[in-house]
């Protein structure tokens, strides 16, 4: 690649400056401006306390974070374990003192990925640069081009699977290429709904990580009525309660697809939560029960304070009854947020292509439905509907480290 090449690919990446020092900010932000003026810089003028730095890294997702170790090396080297451990596949530099090689010693084991000496010597910062984009190709911003949605019981039993299966295939006639994953890695039932069957799972393209290719992507997949399913393992496997980001698997599946649908098993701990991070649609899952509802206000109180953006969640109750149950008008006073879609109870359609494995006639009741759902997700913009005014986040664990922030340049 060209250097201008190398820096139009690296001003696509949002920047995380952790540092205290004005003098390095301004000579740093100063480099970022003569080369890569469309890059933006997010700026925290201290050491924040992990929990704080948790929050930031949910809610601004940087592709890379730039640590300050010169105006205090103890605090400094805290924090560069804290952003590796909370972001292992997101590059850290450190900024170093000249001439201290057993502290560049140390922050390469502690996980950075490059270091820039203070004061910074000519040509210093391209050379990082560069070896950053060639190891890192390629930047978020230019190439995430698929929409990702994102389909999660408020508990078990809801129908959440039956909807995303059935979802992905009425959608595969408005769109190109589609993706369903399985990402639920104990109890995923997609390839039960589907009559389908693969030695291979999503936690194979887990294990390829950066090796993952067409050719081996291809091989993992099973397709079966015109769309690309990825599917969960058929029995416990090695390695899934050590599963924390699916960032890397959806930005394959964005790259590759124009839609790809993510059925989850619940959206509590750190895999769920980097998936529903990563999509552009949350579809909650509920039924008008009242256990159900419980667990749905409990599951709005978790991506709050998690900081999920409550716009693009949107509400679903499936398997509604207004006989049976709470009615629309008091679901949404109760949980305070507008139901996006009612699913009617439609037992004897429903299982009848659960047997098949085929989508729910497009005549049923159920069928109708879904089909009025993918409408408004898939046209012309309707599923960009801004949050309820009634729905109102909570308050996050250290809000105030989001006032400290400063944009540099963009």
């Not at 810089?41 to 974070?65: C, F, H, K, M, R």
């Not at 098993?265 to 256990?291: F, K």
């Not at 149950?325 to 949404?332: A, D, H, M, N, Y």
Request: with cysteine.
């Amino acid at each position: 690649m060209s250097k201008s090449e190398i820096f139009l690919a690296a001003g696509s990446w949002k920047y995380l400056l952790i540092c205290p020092s004005q003098g390095i900010t301004k000579d740093l932000q100063q480099a970022f401006r003569s080369n890569m003026p469309t890059a933006e810089i997010l700026e925290i003028p201290i050491y924040p306390p992990s929990t704080g730095l948790l929050e930031v890294l949910s809610v601004q997702n940087p592709d890379i974070a730039i640590a300050d170790i010169v105006s205090d090396r103890e605090q400094g080297l805290s924090l560069l374990k804290d952003l590796t451990t909370m972001q292992p596949k997101m590059p850290v530099i450190a900024i170093l003192p000249p001439d201290e090689a057993d502290l560049i010693l140390k922050c390469l084991r502690t996980g950075a990925a490059e270091f820039l000496n203070y004061p910074f010597p000519p040509g210093q910062i391209e050379e990082v640069i560069s070896r950053l984009v060639a190891k890192n190709p390629p930047a978020k911003g230019n190439y995430k081009t698929g929409r990702v949605l994102a389909v999660v019981p408020a508990k078990g039993a809801c129908g959440a699977s039956t909807i995303a299966s059935g979802l992905t295939l009425y959608w595969k006639k408005k769109s190109g290429k589609l993706l369903l994953a399985d990402f639920d890695p104990l109890t995923g039932t997609i390839s039960f709904l589907l009559k389908l069957r693969s030695q291979y799972s999503f936690m194979d393209v887990v294990a390829l990580n950066d090796n993952l290719d067409a050719d081996l992507w291809r091989n993992i997949i099973t397709s079966t009525q015109g769309v690309d399913v990825l599917l969960s393992p058929e029995g416990a496997v090695q390695g899934v309660h050590d599963l924390m980001d699916a960032s890397s698997i959806i930005d394959y599946a964005r790259r590759n697809y124009e839609i790809t649908i993510i059925d989850l098993s619940c959206p509590y701990g750190p895999w769920n939560l980097s998936i529903l991070q990563n999509a552009d649609d949350i579809l909650l899952v509920s039924t008008n029960e009242l256990p159900s509802l419980q667990a749905t206000q409990r599951a709005f109180a978790y991506m709050d304070q998690n900081r999920i953006d409550r716009s693009k969640v949107k509400l679903l109750v499936n398997r509604y009854n207004r006989d049976v149950g709470l009615g629309k008008e008091v679901i949404e006073t109760a949980i305070r947020t507008e139901v996006f879609q009612l699913l009617p109870s439609d037992f004897e359609a429903v299982q009848r292509a659960m047997i098949e494995g085929k989508p729910c006639p497009s005549g049923s009741p159920f069928g109708k439905a879904l089909l009025q759902l993918a409408e408004k997700l898939g046209g012309l913009g309707i599923g960009l509907a801004p949050p309820p005014k009634s729905a109102k986040p909570s308050s996050p664990a250290w809000g105030g480290l989001l006032n400290l922030f400063s944009r540099g340049s963009r």
